[in-house]
């Protein structure tokens, strides 16, 4: 996609990646902090975000003069086609992953919560037809869809948290340390992984509509997320006691349950599947997106869409392997959040780091010949 | 711009495309669903559990009128080996489609619950078809006979029952309590969980009134064939005019005693009462730090567990303590603000202070009880009384039963760092040591719709 055919504003750069940062708290994302750090998982959480953001200050503070170019370009100016392909693979791993990760625990999540007779396949059909057809009338219809619904999405978010106030047990709040101060610390780079979804936005560079490096946008971004995230999770660990809130593989939709809305509306709990659904699928499309993109840019490809529908698929496909859920969670959890996606958080960093020394170095060289 | 709105309506149809999902394989009629409203937790003959389903059939809600005959509720109860098995086989042999989304109330029975509660409380804990509000509650004797003994006399619908019953912040006598609290109590092992006690009424005046009624009825039915004599039908009738003499006699000394003691100290199923409804939900059942079946608290007991939890709006109380004049005074009480708690650990003791305030409404003052000049000795005598009997339930729960019921664990959380330096075991101990001290606050505030009461102002 070039500048011509679309060019996102701020706040669709805003609701895309705010999404993305939210999204995971309807996979267990609460629950998996908890496991980490006990009933100190939200100070886990705020000391990846902040870790997180400054990285991404760190890094937007490098790469402002190369505003428009995303990382692959970047390596490729400096280092080739061998720079493309290195960082472009390890970016498709990321994603690829991401998306299967995302769809596999999501529609286990609906078939657990709602449609308890539905074949996990059927379930599936749906979100591929969706997120397919949402990708392939493009980033700007889905950027607009993004700036319409997420507002909504967070809105309802919020809701569930201020409507769990009568189930807020203060006590579950102490010890403050949780599992100890050794256990935080040990995890901290996997709650920094938390946020790496932000490095979309260097993704997003050569169709962003300004003229200079979107910061303000990340940055907002990331403390809408962030906080959002933050609060969904102290919500959670305050109304589901320690160490009963490392069993629930669905946290969102456990607080949701005893949220007081729930109470009023008999079971309005599933009503909320609706939007997180809608975020789901929202998320997935862009992430789709972006894998074709990548996969565009670096095999160099003139088209990107009758890749589409055959990566859909295929992600879909990959995120069924294993069958069993238990060890898609456990591989989930082991090779994606505590080792692959902290560590991809560190890419944009990496190559605008490196880029910029072989820049200098280059130049020093030719001044050297001079 | 009419591409772009095309556009976005196409879009938002595929986002909401999935929520046509609820229409294909999970999509039923309601007239093929049976909505459980309440399920029973039995120990089984042959197999581990004997489940029983209480059930609404929707097709008769709209037709019937209260009676046995096109009543909306049935019960029915099979044998398994859990939960779900007994889903299962239920399945093979009711039309209906069993669903668990309304269900109100799970009741154990307590010889399930002296065996530990955790597996069979996991059963439905660990199920989203169950509502996380779902009721809990053990009953003396079989759950089944309990949810059988359910006729509700003001409404039709037993779920508006449960719900009226087990929700109410006015029902003092039993703790409000739901199966996602137990089940976080069970887990964290901080709190003892207590369970409303449910039962049967097997008191005699119900006993007696039902024998009265079936015998009404074999008098009707022999009336109309004609065939008894005079003489043979009086005998047993001047029988049992003796025996329900002699059971008066007993009764009123029986219930002489118990008023002197205290006039709340029933369990469930021992009120003395007359009622169609048979089914009884009073006082409370407390369970150990394994998880069984501890003890069970009277009535009046779980009206000061309720009081220094603050789990209630207002609750009727009648002083058993006499006026000078032997007169009894009733009040009611509303809670002045939350109670507070404060926790002291001196050489592994922990010393625990309660803060009680209430403010009070008289409701009943003996005419001869000079409410004017009484008012502060009124406020003292309540005081005394409450301080007293809540001290002593305190003390037992602590040195009998061994049971931390109110989670005051929880509050020493705030001292420890991390998890690691919480120790409950250690705890279980110092608990049975506990000193308490309670101090309650009572303010009399209104005297109903008189000034004093008392005879002559």
Known sequence: MTKNETALGTKEIV????????????????????????????????????????????????????????????????????????????????????????????????????????????????????????????????????????????????????????????????????????????????????????????????????????????????????????????????????????????????????????????????????????????????????????????????????????????????????????????????????????????????????????KKIGGKNHAGTL | MRELFKKAVILCLIVLLPLSLSGCYDYREPEDVSFVIAIGVDKGENMAYKITFQGMATSKIKSSEQGTEGHPVYNTAIEAADFQNAVDLANSFLADFLSFAQTKLIVFSEDVAKEGLEEPLFFFARNSEFSADAYVAISRGSAYDFLSSVQPILTQNPSKFYEMIFESNDEEYIPIINITEVYYDIMSGERQPVFPLVAVNNSKLNQETQDDKESKKEENAEGKSGQQSDQSESEPNEGKMQEASQSDQSDEQSSTEKSSESSENYLAGDLERVSENNAEILGMAILSREHSLAATATAAETKYYNMVNGDFDQLGFSLDQKTENGEAISVSLTGLGKPLYSIKMENDIPHITIGLSFLVDTIYLAETYHYAENRHTLENLLEEYLTKNITDFLYKTSQDYKSDIFGFFKLTKKQYWDYGQLDLDKWAEQYENAEFTVQVDVTHKRSGIMYDTSLGG
Request: net charge positive; aromatic share 16%.
């Open chain 1, 15 to 358: 609701c895309i990646l705010a999404n993305q940062i939210t999204v995971k708290l309807y996979i267990g994302q609460a629950r998996l902090f908890s496991s980490w750090a006990g009933n100190a998982a939200w100070l886990l959480y705020l000391i990846g975000f902040l870790c997180q953001i400054g990285i991404f200050l760190l890094t937007a503070y490098i790469y402002k003069k190369d505003y428009d170019l995303d990382p692959i370009d970047l390596a490729g100016s400096e280092f080739g086609r061998a720079g493309e392909l290195i960082v472009g693979f390890l970016f498709l791993i990321y994603v690829l992953f991401s998306f299967s990760s995302l769809t596999r625990l999501y529609v286990e999540a609906l078939k657990a919560a709602i449609f308890q007779y539905s074949p996990v396949w059927y379930i599936l059909l749906f979100f591929l037809i969706s997120v397919g057809v949402i990708t392939y009338l493009g980033l700007s219809t889905s950027s607009a869809l993004h700036v319409i619904l997420f507002p909504i999405i967070l809105i309802m978010m919020l809701l569930i948290c201020i409507f769990s106030y009568n189930r807020v047990d203060p006590t579950n709040f102490f010890p403050i340390f949780g599992t100890g101060i050794a256990s935080i610390a040990s995890k901290i780079p996997e709650s920094m992984g938390a946020s790496t979804e932000i490095l979309f936005l260097y993704f997003f560079l050569p169709i962003h509509n300004g003229n200079k490096f979107p910061k303000k946008a990340g940055m907002i971004a990331l403390l809408i997320g962030g906080v959002s995230t933050l609060i969904s999770i102290l919500t959670y660990i305050l109304t589901v006691a320690y160490p009963a809130s490392t069993q629930y593989f669905l946290s969102m939709y456990q607080i949701s349950r005893l949220s007081l809305l729930g109470k009023i509306l008999n079971r309005a709990e599933d009503l909320f599947e609706i939007f997180w659904m809608a975020s789901v699928i929202l998320a997935l499309s862009i992430k789709l997106w972006l894998i074709v993109f990548i996969l565009k840019k670096t095999l160099r490809l003139p088209n990107d869409k009758p890749l589409i529908w055959p990566v859909c698929i295929l992600g879909f496909a990959l995120g069924f392997f294993p069958v069993s859920l238990h060890d898609t969670i456990s591989i989930y959890e082991s090779f994606y959040t505590e080792n692959l996606r902290w560590v991809i958080a560190f890419l944009p960093l990496l190559v605008v780091l490196a880029a910029k020394i072989k």
